[in-house]
């Protein structure tokens, strides 16, 4: 069993290493998303120090639509006053499917951004890299609907591989604690290697593991969701005209968001981009529980009337549903500040280390084999 574990780790790490070092390189520097994007792009994605409280949610909408006449809000990502980021706000380009983002001044209602595509800006190209490695959307092949997801689906392959060489390493190594901190500085260059291999793939595995499983998740439920929805054949809807109506107060709705939930803050504006979908308030519930996101509870509200449809409150469900919702922090180590992040990172650099000193194990013993052989 440990040999046929052996051959199998070495192999796909082999086989596997270039695409999977992508990943958690890239994923090593989203950590600090946030920071970059403030570092680079401090007029687009900041807000300088003000004390003007942020403009009503229906005037701001009113002077995003005034600003892009060619264009339908889709979604809106709130700050609380006083934070720092400007406003996301995501729009469609009318005659077309397509999501633009822009960055908007809550305090002066002026874009600080045109509309550009996923992947204009660094951070959201390393975004596309680290989840679908540029792969999606392969015109090289015969367009169907695996093609258009192809990096989608590689990726969550290689959350798979993940979570086999962090188990199997675990396996194959399973007293570990024996030598954790052993290094053989004094032997040949393949026993230091080994002992390094171990000792980062220990100290990493916990890490790892959390980000192969919540990976998976999220590329499955994307993919999963975009089966049911298009997987056959079905268009994504063109956005040619606004599908609700100018009357729906978005203050309105917020507010009553936090009537409905006892301390609930709103944090997501999702709009009816779609015929027949509502306007929806994500946002937080009053928790003590810091793995939980900030998307975790939502009301739902008429795209024509602004009539109160329903809520879901995360505080009033099973351990089940709140561990999937912990996935978000947990994969984006958004969880526990800057100690955490920089965890997360650390770790996100190893792969390198076991990538390096596994390779040359795996090279060393099939030197050894092809010796024995002759």
Not at 216 to 226: A, D, K, P, Q, S
């Amino acid at each position: 069993m440990r040999k046929t574990l052996h051959k199998w780790h070495g192999w796909l790490g082999i086989m596997l290493m270039v695409p999977f070092l992508l990943i958690c390189l890239t994923g090593s520097l989203l950590v600090f998303k946030k920071e970059i994007d403030g570092l680079l792009l401090p007029e687009v994605a900041t807000l300088t120090a003000t004390e003007q409280p942020r403009l009503p949610l229906r005037e701001l909408q009113k002077r995003v639509n005034e600003q892009l006449p060619d264009y339908e809000i889709g979604s809106w990502e709130l700050f609380p006053p006083g934070h720092d980021e400007a406003d996301r706000v995501f729009v469609i380009e009318k005659g077309t499917d397509t999501w633009h983002k822009v960055h908007l001044n809550p305090t002066t209602g002026a874009l600080q951004s045109e509309p550009t595509e996923p992947g204009h800006y660094l951070t959201d190209w390393l975004l596309e890299l680290h989840y679908t490695l540029l792969l999606n959307d392969l015109k090289t092949l015969e367009f169907n609907f695996v093609t258009e997801h192809f990096g989608l689906l590689l990726t969550l392959v290689l959350g798979l591989f993940l979570l086999f060489m962090g188990v199997s390493g675990l396996i194959m190594y399973r007293r570990f604690w024996t030598r954790f901190f052993t290094l053989r500085w004094n032997q040949r260059l393949l026993a230091v290697f080994s002992d390094l291999h171990k000792m980062a793939g220990t100290f990493a595995s916990p890490v790892l593991l959390v980000l192969g499983a919540t990976g998976v998740y999220y590329n499955g439920l994307i993919f999963y969701e975009e089966w049911t929805e298009h997987g056959g054949g079905q268009a994504h809807h063109i956005m040619v005209e606004r599908l609700y109506s100018d009357s729906v107060d978005l203050d309105v709705l917020v507010a009553d968001s936090q009537q409905r939930i006892e301390g609930f803050t709103p944090t997501y504006v999702l709009f009816p981009f779609e015929p027949e979908l509502p306007f929806t308030v994500f946002g937080r519930a009053p928790t003590v529980n810091p793995l939980l996101s900030n998307y975790g509870s939502v009301s739902n509200y008429d795209a024509q009337t602004g009539e109160y449809l329903s809520t879901y409150n995360l505080n009033e469900q099973g351990v089940g549903t709140k561990t999937l919702d912990a996935f978000r922090r947990l994969h984006f180590g958004s969880w526990g500040g800057l100690p955490v992040k920089v965890l997360y990172s650390f770790v996100g650099v190893l792969p390198l280390l076991l990538a390096v000193t596994g390779t040359y194990i795996w090279w060393q013993r099939r030197k050894k084999r092809t010796r024995r052989r002759a």
